[in-house]
């Protein structure tokens, strides 16, 4: 019996089977690839699986799993592998990594309120590279699905563009978070402001619906033209990044920078004093237009004088 196995193996051209092998195997998934070693094995007869494993290296146990597949329904999804199986994502087999990419990512977040730092941004073969740079072997591709992992996503372009890209741009936010990052470990107050939508005060149309007996909606005035008595409001907001809360001053005349600054002064009186109690700096961020524009004056001279108001 030992002598007839021998016999049959050595009838088995295995450079064949090597050949057929190398010239498919790129070409086909893990599936397929089982699927063509077992078709092989069933053509060689008898101590085919033997033959096959040693012409393609794949393993007896693989080529044994084809010849279930073969025999199998064919399956319905496109899955290749059993749910589970492969190898870990880096982000569970490496943690260290994941927060390696959230450090490099974290100053550098584009479009996000929340965050000291928002226009600066850094494509995924840069913070691949940067992670290599930090012993870690991966692509960018796999820090594009890390970067899902920490609830990052594609987002389509914004009006964001002023002026032209000076070269120590991506520097100068940089610095502005470092800054942030320091006042907020001496526990200063950093506090971002900014003047929001301005709004008619009385009764106009508005988006949205709210549930009310059938046939009687709210009336509301035809055109939206500013009522004289009543006027408009301008909101005026400090948002307090260290603790996420936010700060509405109400303006119902002209949105300028004196009403800007004071704006600060009373978030200050009335709640910066009680947050901060041991406080001696503030710092402010602000964007570069409106009422607190980086070249208004008056913005700059209300500054000057906050400190004496305010203590």
Not at 119 to 144: C, F, I, P, Q
Not at 161 to 177: L, T, V
Request: charged residues 25%.
């Amino acid at each position: 019996m030992r002598r007839a196995a021998v016999y049959a193996s050595g009838m088995i051209d295995e450079n064949a089977i090597r050949a057929r092998y190398a010239a498919i195997k790129d070409r086909l998934d893990e599936r397929g690839r089982r699927l063509f070693v077992t078709a092989e094995k069933i053509a060689a007869g008898y101590g085919g699986t033997a033959a096959v494993s040693r012409a393609t290296g794949v393993a007896h146990s693989t080529i044994i799993r084809g010849a279930k597949d073969l025999v199998a329904a064919p399956i319905a999804s496109e899955r290749v592998r059993r749910k589970g199986a492969g190898r870990p994502a880096l982000s569970q087999s490496n943690p260290a990594m994941l927060e390696d990419l959230r450090q490099l990512v974290e100053p550098a977040t584009m479009g996000d309120p929340m965050r000291p730092l928002l226009w600066v941004s850094k494509s995924l073969e840069k913070l691949a590279a940067a992670l290599r740079t930090l012993n870690h072997a991966v692509s960018a591709n796999t820090v594009g699905k890390m970067l899902g992992t920490l609830g990052y996503s594609r987002q389509v372009n914004r009006k964001t563009k002023e002026g032209s890209h000076h070269p120590d741009r991506d520097g100068q936010f940089q610095h502005i978070n470092r800054q942030v990052m320091a006042l907020q470990a001496a526990g200063q107050p950093v506090i971002s402001v900014d003047t929001k939508k301005k709004e008619l005060i009385g009764e106009y149309k508005n988006g949205g619906s709210d549930y009310r007996a059938a046939g009687c909606p709210d009336l509301v005035n035809t055109r939206d033209f500013v009522d004289k008595k009543l006027g408009k409001v301008a909101p005026y907001g400090v948002y307090d990044i260290t603790t996420n809360t936010g700060w509405v001053s109400l303006g119902i005349d002209h949105d300028t920078a004196e009403f800007a600054v004071n704006a600060v002064r009373r978030w200050h009186q009335v709640v910066g004093l009680v947050r901060y109690p041991e406080a001696d700096r503030m710092l402010i961020t602000a964007d570069g237009g409106g009422s607190n524009g980086s070249r208004v004056r008056l913005w700059k001279l209300q500054l000057q004088k906050l400190p004496m108001r305010v203590g």
